[in-house]
T-cell receptor
């Protein structure tokens, strides 16, 4: 079973600050996704990264895929209260024909106004 | 709105009772999934269906059965509920092609077994 570790587990910062959360594995991902989940709702896909070294930006969110495709980071610039939520990474591994994702346990982010 | 619809949203069962969680998607996706989410455990795959007519076990299938009724619907059945099955259950379908894909999730069913 492939494992994904996310850090930190919990993060609480003031509005306007910057932050980075991490997703790591000992296995190579074929692709990696980031989701945000709000209380009482299902996860919502933010981005999928596929190529080692890839960087994608979504407004104030920057996603980076490690060169070796074993890790990823999510950086938020000038955090807002609307960024509060559970951030999940999910990795797809090279099990061709076996279309499943493995999810990390998440980083619970709280932005304090 | 297009998406994944789950029913019911909340359910309380007594130990030993059975129930079926319903899931339907209107995006014409081939692959559908059932996950459970528990505190500190993340999302764990129960069963999945790569296409209509096929189902496969995931990481935690014991105590569950599934039916892919047609392309739209994928149901999860608990035959004899146990307190260990208290959890939030999410259905998802897969969007996109190749490796650059993602999941669309329903809003979940919160199940309590007493």
């Amino acid at each position: 079973t492939q494992l994904l570790e996310q850090s930190p587990q919990f993060l609480s910062i003031q509005e306007g600050e910057n932050l980075t959360v991490y997703c790591n594995s000992s296995s190579v991902f074929s692709s990696l996704q980031w989701y945000r989940q709000e209380p009482g709702e299902g996860p919502v896909l933010l981005v999928t990264v596929v190529t080692g070294g890839e960087v994608k930006k979504l407004k104030r969110l920057t996603f980076q895929f490690g060169d070796a495709r074993k890790d990823s980071s999510l950086h938020i610039t000038a955090a807002q209260t609307g960024d509060t939520g559970l951030y999940l990474c999910a990795g797809a591994f090279s099990n061709f024909g076996n279309e499943k994702l493995t999810f990390g346990t998440g980083t619970r982010l709280t932005i304090i106004p | 709105n297009a998406g994944v619809t789950q029913t019911p949203k909340f359910q309380v069962l007594k130990t030993g009772q059975s129930m079926t969680l319903q899931c339907a998607q209107d995006m014409n996706h081939n692959s559908m999934y059932w996950y459970r989410q528990d505190p500190g455990m993340g999302l764990r795959l129960i069963y999945y269906s790569a296409s209509e007519g096929t189902t496969d076990k995931g990481e935690v299938p014991n105590g569950y059965n599934v039916s892919r009724l047609n392309k739209r619907e994928f149901s999860l059945r608990l035959e004899s509920a146990a307190p260990s099955q208290t959890s939030v259950y999410f259905c998802a379908s897969r969007t996109g092609q190749g490796w650059g894909y993602g999941y669309t999730f329903g809003s979940g069913t919160r199940l309590t077994v007493v």
